[in-house]
């Protein structure tokens, strides 16, 4: 079966496969706060969320006081944890010993929070897991293996695992849009837009001996494509903090960008003992709180 998200409104990688080797990482969060082209971090706010030797990543706010995560358990097994930041707890939204659920996020409709679940037979698809702990189901039955993704329009610009990677948007079954091809791994909506932004590897220079790849976007609604200066060198993960800026990270530091300016600016470093190198991260402006990804030494 072939479901859209329409159903919301009548209820009231480098191969990134997901099961690829994984380094031990952790949770940190800082108050922060975004305000036009600038980005305040309240230093000695740092906490960690999680504290184990093992895989706790792919942040996502969920609302205005949970977050969500993809967490391993000492077997292997990958499942979705919710965590409430009023309360300090968490509770597992998946717990499915013969499945892996990764990259979680927040439907349009608020109703589920979607994931990319590695199936027993090792297919990689979308599927939504109601908030409200109901059973899950099958978004997109024949787009597989599916790596990454965002959300526009209750439906998905998915990051499609191949030689090269493709990124599609399904208008319809019998209507989907390749965007484009060889994307990085960070598929991200721009905030208050039509527009799908990524990683483009096919428009690449070269500053101080290292490779650096554009951001491009691709408006969904008037289907055109958008340019946005490029990423940071080494560096693929982003996010925006508002309409018009960008995040991005190199070791411990985290830098912003303007969409319409090329130079990125530091906006400080996380220092947290025994860890190292910020990977994803996540902004929520109403907490005024960025969580952040970073390995164990």
């Known amino acids: ?129 109601p908030t409200n702990f109901g059973e899950p189901e099958l978004l997109y039955d024949d787009i597989e293996p599916i790596g990454y993704y965002d959300w526009y329009d209750n439906k998905a610009a998915m990051f499609v695992l191949g030689q090269p990677n493709t990124l599609v948007y399904p208008y319809a079954k019998e209507d989907i849009l390749t965007i484009s091809q060889q994307v990085g791994r960070s598929i991200k909506k721009r905030p208050k837009t039509s527009v799908i932004t990524y990683i483009d590897k096919n428009d690449s220079q070269e500053i101080d001996g290292e490779k650096v790849f554009a951001i491009k976007g691709f408006d969904l609604e008037k289907k055109e494509s ?8 080494a560096s693929e993960d982003f996010i925006w903090l508002n309409k018009n800026l960008l995040l991005m990270a190199k070791g411990d530091e985290l830098f912003i960008r303007k969409a319409n300016k090329k130079e990125w600016i530091s906006v400080g470093t996380i220092k947290q003992d025994g860890y190292e190198n910020i990977s994803r991260m996540a902004y929520s402006p109403k907490l005024k709180k960025l969580v952040v990804v970073m390995e164990r030494k």
């Open 1 to 129: 079966m072939y479901k859209t998200l329409t159903l919301c409104i009548f209820i009231l990688f480098n191969t990134f496969s997901a099961t690829q080797a994984q380094t031990a990482t952790d949770l940190i969060v800082i108050d922060a706060k975004a305000t036009g082209s600038k980005l305040k971090l309240e230093s000695g706010t740092e906490k960690k969320i999680t504290d184990r030797n093992l895989y706790d990543n792919q942040p996502n706010f969920i609302n205005e006081e949970q977050l969500a995560f993809s967490a391993a358990d000492d077997k292997g097994n990958h499942d979705i944890i919710i965590y409430t930041f009023t309360s300090n707890k968490f509770v597992n939204l998946t717990k499915t010993p013969d499945l892996n659920e990764f990259s979680p996020a927040i439907t349009d409709c608020g109703l589920y929070v979607s994931a990319v679940t590695v199936e027993e037979d090792g297919k990689q698809r979308l599927w939504l897991y």
């Open 226 to 233: 958008h340019t946005f200066g490029y990423a940071l060198p």
